[in-house]
């Protein structure tokens, strides 16, 4: 192994060991609300994040690797999924022409964490999560954050955006207008010409400085453990009635009409082998279409 492949190697281990790292203190977080809660339905157990390891079913060839998965059924989260995998191999030849880097030599690594949680009460947001470090002939970090509340509140949406700019601001002041509009395009359900939510930020393809770009993407994930708790408190303890509850299920609706139809990182994972039950955490657990 040359000088390069050494150093590229150690920039996976450390970057798996965070990805590994940040979901033990999320989910030790949100174990603390569930325990701290008090509001309607308080009278329920606390969740606790049942574990599941899964392995690429190949384990004898070249692609290998596996996963994870961490999901809570609580009293205030229905539902929440906090994911870890670092997979390897050789993409397919229909999907290789899709990834940087991998038209000619289609074999890659991948590691992250993926974050999705379906709150039980219609005023609490839902929220979305997710980082990566990806290997090809190229090497690049990617992610992003964004609130899906039922009916959005100014105080939240402002309180999740300016947590947002602060970590961009970090890092790069031009990064937070550039990452918010990607994030407004991305999490667009176009069939329904609707948002997905209040927005957030998504970035893909840093590949410019290791080190500065693995910094920002600590920072997001940082970020993101500080400001959601705090808004999960601000309207935990509210009652909320069964009309409430309807328009939340509508909402989850749309939630899974897009990760569906249009999220890559659903279609990354079914085409690379991962673990469907995991690729498809993200899915609500209960939802209704009218």
């Known amino acids: ?65 596996g996963g994870e998965m961490a999901v809570m059924h609580g009293r205030l989260f229905e539902k929440v999924g906090v994911n870890v995998s670092t997979v390897h191999g050789t993409f397919s030849e229909k999907f290789r022409g899709e990834i940087p880097g991998a038209a000619e030599d289609g074999r890659f690594w991948a590691s992250g964490i993926s974050l999705v949680a379906h709150m039980r009460s219609p005023k609490v947001p839902a929220v979305h999560m997710n980082t990566r470090m990806i290997v090809t002939r190229k090497c690049w970090f990617g992610g992003g954050t964004d609130l899906n509340p039922m009916r959005p509140q100014a105080d939240e949406t402002a309180a999740f955006h300016a947590a947002l700019k602060a970590c961009c601001d970090r890092h790069d002041p031009d990064r937070y207008p550039r990452f918010k509009e990607w994030c407004d395009e991305y999490f667009f359900i176009k069939h329904r010409n609707e948002a997905r939510g209040v927005g957030g930020i998504f970035y893909d393809y840093l590949e410019d400085d290791w080190d500065g770009d693995f910094a920002f993407t600590q920072d997001v994930g940082e970020t993101f453990l500080a400001i959601y708790p705090e808004l999960v408190r601000r309207r935990w303890q509210e009652p909320w009635s069964d009309e409430d509850r309807a328009h939340q299920l509508e909402r989850r609706g749309r939630y899974a009409e897009f990760n569906l139809v249009y999220d890559r990182g659903t279609r990354f994972g079914l085409m690379t082998g991962g673990n469907p039950e995991a690729v498809l955490m993200s899915l609500p657990p209960v939802a209704t279409w009218p």
């Open 1 to 65: 192994m040359n000088e390069s492949e050494a150093s590229i190697e150690a920039r996976k281990e450390t970057a798996r060991s965070w990805f590994e790292s940040l979901r033990e203190r999320i989910c030790a977080a949100f174990e603390e609300l569930e325990d701290a809660f008090t509001g309607p339905g308080a009278e329920e157990p606390a969740g606790r994040f049942q574990r599941k390891r899964w392995q690429r079913p190949d384990q004898n060839t070249e692609n290998g690797g």
